[in-house]
């Protein structure tokens, strides 16, 4: 399948870049950082599939769905679930939420494939499943107008805020971002991450030491509710 990156964050590209190198039934022929380029493109050219943001300056995602002539499937790929009901109104073959891991990425590449093609849906299914997966160690996060590339090596512990979270980096910076706490706890689970307290993660490689109900990591004392306490105890073998 013939396909396009619309999406005016560099590393949200160069990431599709790279699950699109991975599957062999899809041909990238273009990239654009604004919808508005793409409109005349899509239009006069042969294009199976969009890989398309939504929230862009100027002119969103939407926008340019509403404004093409030409109808290619559409795999909306954006920071913000808010959309989903309205893109898949808009006939969108998948609705992909940031940070994007490649098996969710293979599974909407798919659902594109027997909307186009059936057999070829298949075909890549089969050759890809027994493909070792790459191991995503990062995650991208909103922080007021742009999408925040943070390695999980580099988090030192999170704290849940009424309704948004600060994230704590190894260079004395935070980020804050608009996510919850339980989601973050289903994504970094398996990531050496730990739920100590209804307001606090950690990063269990940066804990210094254990002091009665707290943890120290860098400067700053977490305390161990006791509603976690038996499970963080029990995945660090203590």
């Known amino acids: 399948m013939k396909c396009v990156i619309i999406d005016d964050e560099p590393l949200a590209v160069e990431l599709l870049q790279d699950f699109v190198k991975k599957v062999d ?5 273009n990239t654009f950082n ?4 793409a409109v005349s493109f899509i239009n006069q050219n042969n294009v199976d ?8 300056p100027h002119f969103s995602g939407i926008d340019f769905l509403n404004t093409i002539e030409k109808k290619p499937l559409v ?7 808010d959309y989903a009901v309205e893109g898949f109104n808009l006939g969108a073959v998948d609705y992909l939420v940031k940070p ?32 070792p997966e790459i191991e995503q160690d990062f995650m991208f996060v909103r922080a007021e107008y742009e999408n925040v590339k943070l390695n ?6 999170i704290e849940g805020l009424k309704d948004y979270v600060k994230i704590y980096t190894t260079d004395n910076k935070f980020t804050l ?21 209804r307001s606090y993660i950690i990063n269990i490689k940066h804990v210094k030491s254990i002091q009665k109900n707290k943890v120290l990591i ?3 004392r977490i305390p161990i509710s006791e509603s976690y306490k038996n499970t963080f105890f029990e995945k660090i073998n203590l």
Do not use: C, W
């Open 34 to 37: 604004n919808a508005i380029d």
């Open 177 to 197: 971002t608009l996510i919850s706490l339980i989601k973050l706890e289903n994504l970094l689970s398996s990531k050496g991450f730990a739920r100590i307290h």
């Open 152 to 157: 999980f090596a580099d988090i030192l512990f």
């Open 25 to 29: 039934t899809l041909e990238l022929i």
């Open 100 to 131: 994007i891991p490649f098996h969710r990425f293979l599974k909407a590449v798919v659902r594109a494939q027997q909307a186009l093609q059936p057999a070829l849906a298949n075909q890549t299914l089969t050759e890809n499943n027994n493909a």
């Open 75 to 81: 795999i909306f790929t954006t920071a913000y679930s």
């Open 49 to 56: 599939l969009v890989f398309l943001d939504i929230e862009m």
């Open 218 to 220: 860098s400067d700053k």
